[in-house]
Structures are given as structure tokens and as C-alpha cells.
């Protein structure tokens, strides 16, 4: 792979997010990368130094739930990247509950983390696409995006929402040619899941859902993966 490609990641210090940036790191793509946490950024970048020393990565602390943070952190990849070949908005939290129990302001907490972040960086960051009429914006949804489950309260709610978006972005950039993909991911091991008491063995791993999305990447320009939806072998936990 070129070394002049580049890719955005949001939530990037850890599960979903840093499976993502060490499989284009060692495809020596250019990683600009961001999460709330400086120190995990700190490992992530060492990390990537020294098990993929011919790719270039720049990290940032961003709290994607703040509007101004993430158009700022949009201008930082602009002076950086004149051109973006990838956008993967991870960036997400999960707090379990039911609609009618749970706190009040826990959607729009989760709305602003989960897919008013992505809505307002695809905005910020796909006219560098659609000027050179080529790049890719992959949304990490969830199994939660098109099916209730215990427990799932607000979080499902911002996961349909994340759907919703992504099927409005392939209707309005496929002009561009810009292809726009909705992950699906079931249960997958990851901090979400941290205290259960469920073997590591019955959830996919980070590194799964990764190589799926560099795949989806690797049939584009010809072809574009709508929805790519996984899970563990064994069925939804």
C-alpha cells in the first residue's frame, strides 16, 4: 500500500479503534488518530513506532462529545492531510439500561458521543474527498443498530440513529464516489465488556471487525459494502 495513504480514527486507543490503526500502520498507511485518553494515545504511538516503523502516526486527546473539540480536531487533520483516503468513526460509549429506568440525560449524552461526533467530523472532513472525487467513510454502528436487546436503552437508540446516517451519506456522496460503509459488530472483546463474567473465547476479537473493514477498503473503487454486519460464531451474548 502507498504510503501516501491516510486514515482518520476516532476512538483510537483501544479495542475496535486500535485494531484498526495497527492493521494500517503495518500497511504504512499515515494514521492521524484520536481518543479522550493522552496517555493510551502516548502507548498507541510507541507502540505503532516500533512494530510499524515506516508509518507515520499523529495523535490527539479529543473529547468527541464536544462539538468544538471535534471541528477543531478537523482543522488539525486538514493542516496535516491536504487529502484523507479513510474516515472510521469509532468513537463511542455504552451505558447499559432500560429507556423508561435509566438517568435522565444519559441519551443525549450518548447521542452527542455516538453520532453527533461522527456527523459533525464527516461534515468537516469529507469535502477532502469530494474534491478529488475518491475515499472511503466507514461508521462503526452495532448489532444494536437494527435490533432492541435487553438493556440496550439510549445506547440503541443513538446505534439506529448511527444507521440512519450512514444510509443518508451513501445516498449523498456515492456521487463523489466516495464509498460510506455501516459496521455491524456483535459482542466483540472489548473495555465494554470488562467484569463480565463470559469466556474471552465466545466474543469476536478487535482485530476481526479491523480486517473486515480493510477488506471492505481493498474492493473499493468497484465495489462498495453497504452494511457489514459480524458476529461470534456462536450467536449474539
Known sequence: ????????????????????????????????????????????????????????????????????????????????????????????????????????????????????????????????????????IFNICSIASFMAYPNGGSYSITKFAMLGMSKVLREELKKDQIGVSAVMPGATYTASWEGVDIPEARFMKSEDVANAIYYAYQAYPSTVMEEIVLRPLAGDL
Not at 495513504?5 to 499515515?30: C, H, P, Q, R, Y
Not at 510499524?52 to 486527546?61: A, V
Not at 474516515?87 to 441519551?107: H, S, T, W
Request: with cysteine; net charge positive; charged share 25%.
Open 1 to 136: 500500500m502507498s504510503k501516501n495513504k491516510t486514515i482518520v480514527v476516532t476512538g483510537a486507543s483501544k479495542g475496535i479503534g486500535k485494531a484498526i490503526v495497527k492493521l494500517f500502520a503495518k500497511n504504512n498507511w499515515e494514521i492521524i488518530a484520536c481518543s479522550r485518553g493522552e496517555e493510551a494515545l502516548n502507548k498507541l504511538k510507541k507502540e505503532i513506532s516500533e512494530e510499524s516503523p515506516n508509518s507515520l502516526i499523529h495523535t490527539f486527546p479529543v473529547d468527541v462529545s464536544k462539538k468544538s473539540e471535534v471541528l477543531s480536531f478537523a482543522e488539525r487533520v486538514k493542516n496535516i492531510a491536504p487529502q484523507l483516503d479513510v474516515l472510521v468513526n469509532n468513537a463511542g460509549v455504552f451505558i447499559p439500561g432500560e429507556v423508561m429506568q435509566e438517568e435522565d440525560g444519559k441519551l443525549e449524552m450518548m447521542m452527542e458521543t455516538n453520532l453527533y461526533s461522527a456527523y459533525h467530523l464527516s461534515r468537516a472532513l469529507a469535502p477532502l474527498m469530494q474534491k478529488k472525487k475518491e475515499g472511503y
